[in-house]
């Protein structure tokens, strides 16, 4: 059997590790203390956030497929929000999705802690090199292991720090390298008080705010009331290295303004902050795989910022990588 490495324990990581792990030996780096990257769920307290990703639509057959038994068992459900769109100054609108709304249960790290299940995974593990010796790969980790030898290396992590770990002489002829990342704000709060408004979901324009939802209404959730509210890429990225609470601060404000009710008085709030959130310019491509070299890279920024493009570049790379084993 060979042996492959993945670097990254996000959708797109455990994606490849589950549809390979019957023809290959496969081993995950994961440097967080937990599986899942931006599907984490954050803890505080007796208060639970999705402070990544809200939730997801299923639309291609193959991730229908590959998630069916988890609709099935209930760990995916849909959630049905009243979702507005806000605007400072004007009239509230109601806003309808088209699709179907899917979240896992009971938290949002749930679809990954249960895809991680039987895999090899050694959390707290940051690669920061890769070396080729005698055809074979070896992984050094920020805490000074050197793990291997693998045949194969595949990358499941944000453009800028797969550019940092595959050779220059591969990126920099690919379009990996024009790839555009934009970061965001997640400020979440938690309240004593039920929430006194009659929707459960809001899209906001022309604010430094550009979505919030009522954490504890997605289903299975605990039954604290908690607000998750998510700032406008641009504006992010536009002050991704400022102090938090200073962002923080201006957040709330802004959110207190929107709503006329002072938030500051909340009983907790934090703020945390993404630095690869969206994808504004994707690679155009549906991953990288180096037969000779025996790299390959997945990841949603190949396709889109979404849950769904993180599986499709993923599940698209298994099923290449299958037919080189
Ligand atoms: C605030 C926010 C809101 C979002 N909202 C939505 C939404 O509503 N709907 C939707 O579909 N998508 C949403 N997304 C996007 C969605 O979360 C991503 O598309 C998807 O989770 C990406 O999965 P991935 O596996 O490609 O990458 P990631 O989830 O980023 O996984 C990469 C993993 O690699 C690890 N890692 C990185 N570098 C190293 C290293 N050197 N060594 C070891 N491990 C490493 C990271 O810790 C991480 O666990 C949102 C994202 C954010 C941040």
Redesign the pocket.
């Known amino acids: 059997m060979k042996h492959i490495a993945i670097?990254?324990?996000?959708?797109?990581?455990l994606t490849v590790a589950n549809l390979l792990k019957k023809q290959a030996s496969i081993e995950l780096?994961?440097?967080?203390r937990g599986?899942?990257?931006?599907?984490s769920t954050r803890y505080a307290d007796q208060f639970q956030f999705d402070h990544?990703?809200?939730?997801?639509t299923i639309r291609d057959p193959a991730f229908k497929e590959f998630l069916a038994p988890h609709i099935e068992s209930g760990l995916l459900q849909q959630w049905k929000p009243k979702l507005m769109l806000l605007e400072k100054g004007k009239q509230p609108k109601e806003r309808q999705w088209s699709d179907i709304h899917y979240v896992p249960t009971p938290k949002m790290n749930s679809l990954c802690i249960k895809m991680a299940e039987d895999l090899n995974i050694r959390l707290n593990?940051?690669?920061?090199k890769i070396e080729k010796k005698d055809k074979l790969w070896f992984l050094s980790s920020k805490d000074k292991n050197i793990y291997g030898p693998f045949d194969w290396v595949i990358t499941?992590?944000?453009a800028t720090?797969t550019i940092k770990?595959l050779p220059e002489a591969i990126t920099k002829h690919t379009s990996i390298k024009d790839v555009v990342m934009a970061g965001?704000y997640?400020v979440m709060i938690a309240m004593e008080e039920p929430f006194q408004w009659e929707w459960q979901a809001a899209i906001v324009k022309n604010s430094p705010i550009s979505w919030m939802a009522i954490n504890s209404n997605k289903p299975g959730r605990s039954e604290h009331h908690t607000l998750m509210v998510?700032t406008d890429n641009q504006w992010a990225e536009e002050r991704i290295d400022a102090d938090t609470a200073e962002i923080q601060s201006i957040i709330i404000k802004e959110l207190s303004d929107l709503l006329s009710y002072d938030f500051s008085k909340s009983s907790y709030i934090t703020t945390h902050r993404?630095r690869?959130?969206?994808t504004k310019q994707p690679a155009g491509m549906d991953y990288h795989l180096n037969q000779d070299q025996k790299l390959g890279a997945c990841?949603?920024w190949f396709i889109k910022?979404?849950?769904?493009?993180?599986f499709l570049s993923a599940y698209r790379l298994s099923k290449k990588l299958e037919t080189m084993l």
């Open positions: 670097i990254g324990s996000g959708i797109s990581g780096f994961e440097k967080s599986v899942s990257g931006r599907m990544g990703a809200q939730d997801f593990t940051e690669i920061i499941s992590i944000p720090q770990l965001c997640s998510q993404w690869y959130a969206d990841g949603d910022g979404r849950i769904e493009a993180a």
